[in-house]
């Protein structure tokens, strides 16, 4: 049995393979002249190399990314992006608590969260497309999905943002019951108002209401 082979990268298009180059030197604040150097050619060749189609100098190419730190294929297609929180903590890093008011304005008119459902053989966690609407958390979702529990389950609902850069962020969790949004006049009204759309697609005509029990919130600050 022969083993796969592995994708090839895709081709980039013109400049692309230069924007990279320049967004990674930014990144790592190289200069073109150290790049060249580290790549083993003039700073002069690195510019051609750059403007110059794919197989101008494939094994020029292969320096220059091993001398940013990158794959060939990231240098093509451009880095991975690798999950928050890999930076080190800032100096002397501080909790602080949120007031609810806080909390509310972190959460703006929409965005995207988590909802937490409590189902067998484990909690599910989910993202969900979510709206604000009169201090209540609204988001669509399949009617017999797991999203979409009946009225009355509790639940927590999560939003946080991190800034890697600057290793900062901030979270807000609300808990509260689940009401499953079935009145015609009520799921039109909502429709209308809101235009958060999930992101999953398909069909997800159900509206989930969750009314907060509780509003918490923390941001990490400095001394």
Request: charged letters at 25%.
């Amino acid at each position: 049995m022969h083993e796969s082979a592995e994708p090839q990268p895709r081709q980039p298009g013109p400049g692309v393979v230069a924007r990279h180059v320049t967004e990674r030197r930014d990144a790592l604040g190289m200069s073109e002249d150290t790049l060249a150097t580290e790549a083993c050619m003039a700073p002069r060749y690195l510019r051609t190399l750059l403007d110059a189609d794919l197989d101008f100098d494939p094994g020029g190419l292969v320096r220059v990314a091993a001398a940013l730190h990158l794959t060939y294929r990231e240098l093509l297609e451009g880095p991975s992006e690798p999950p928050p929180g890999r930076t080190g903590a800032a100096p002397h890093p501080v909790l602080v608590r949120m007031t609810a008011t806080e909390c509310w304005d972190k959460l703006g008119a929409q965005g995207v969260g988590r909802v937490a459902v409590a189902v067998e053989p484990a909690p599910a966690v989910l993202p969900v497309n979510y709206a604000v609407d009169d201090g209540a958390i609204l988001y669509r979702t399949a009617p017999h999905g797991v999203a979409g529990p009946e009225s009355g389950t509790e639940v927590s609902f999560q939003v946080d943002r991190i800034d890697d850069r600057m290793s900062s962020g901030w979270t807000v969790l609300i808990t509260g019951e689940v009401e499953r949004i079935d009145d015609p006049e009520t799921v039109e009204r909502l429709t209308a108002r809101h235009t958060t759309r999930p992101w999953a697609g398909g069909d997800r005509p159900l509206w989930i209401r969750i009314r907060p029990d509780s509003v918490t919130g923390r941001h990490i600050g400095r001394t």
